[in-house]
């Protein structure tokens, strides 16, 4: 049984551009949650998706954005890319309404 | 434990010591919070959970205690190992459990080194 998978695991991007980074939930989860990690700081929510919509948003601009597919799988996208969006993305998975998330290993993103 | 500075509080313990890892919580209304593990270059790893009705809960080799009433949470590991050193976190769910409204919000974390 796959956990919860993200692609890519590294990126380097530069000032202004744009990203998208793509999540596989744990199998039989519907929920799918992320969060920006910085260096040495706990990982912060950005927002959560459930039957393809955002249910809760975290304090991110709307720079961030993402979107749910049928199969429950989920995008993260980051337009205008700043230097402090630098850090590791972490995706997270669960069912419904259970609090207990399931992360992924996350991708490290790099803005230069 | 837990603290608002900039540096991530580090805890150094013998192999086979015991090791407790200190969390104060923000939100009185929480009513579950749950431990994980970090280790360099992967994802938060789940230890063990507790809701707010209980005081106490053990799996493992692991304890979690909660004391509502000063907001603290303790993640106690009993005979540490070299593969027990990583970052811990604590994480409480800030909204309401059993619906779409959740989330849990992470502390800053501890770093664990147990020295063999």
């Known amino acids: 049984d796959a956990g919860v998978t993200q692609s890519p695991t590294h990126l380097i991007k530069t000032r202004g551009q744009q990203v998208t980074l793509r999540c596989s939930p744990k199998?039989?989860?519907?929920?799918v949650s992320w969060y920006q990690q910085a260096l040495g700081q706990g990982p912060q929510f950005i927002f959560q998706?459930?039957?393809?919509?955002?249910?809760q948003r975290g304090n991110f601009p709307d720079r961030f954005s993402g979107h749910q597919f049928p199969n429950y799988s989920s995008e993260l996208n980051v337009n205008a890319l700043l230097l402090g969006d630098s850090a590791l993305y972490l995706c997270?998975?669960?069912?419904?309404?259970?609090?207990?998330?399931?992360f992924g290993s996350g991708t490290q993103l790099s803005v230069l | 434990g837990e603290s608002v500075g900039l540096h991530l509080p580090t805890l150094s313990v013998q192999e086979g010591d015991n090791s407790i890892i200190n969390c104060a919580y923000s939100?009185?209304?929480?009513?579950?919070f749950i431990w994980y593990k970090q280790e360099s270059g992967k994802g938060p790893q789940f230890i063990i959970d507790?809701?707010?009705?209980?005081d106490k809960r053990q799996g493992q080799r692991v304890t979690v205690l909660l004391n509502k009433t000063v907001k603290h949470l303790s993640l106690q590991i009993a005979a540490t190992q070299p593969g027990d050193s990583a970052v811990y976190f604590c994480?409480?769910?800030?909204?309401?459990?059993?619906?779409?409204?959740?989330?849990?919000?992470f502390g800053k974390g501890t770093l664990l080194t147990v020295n063999p």
């Open positions: 997270a998975s669960s069912p419904q309404g259970r609090e207990k998330l399931f």
């Open positions: 199998s039989g989860h519907d929920t």
């Open positions: 998706y459930y039957e393809e919509e955002e249910r």
């Open positions: 939100n009185s209304a929480s009513d579950y």
């Open positions: 507790i809701r707010s009705n209980m």
């Open positions: 994480a409480e769910n800030i909204g309401e459990s059993g619906g779409s409204n959740y989330k849990l919000t």
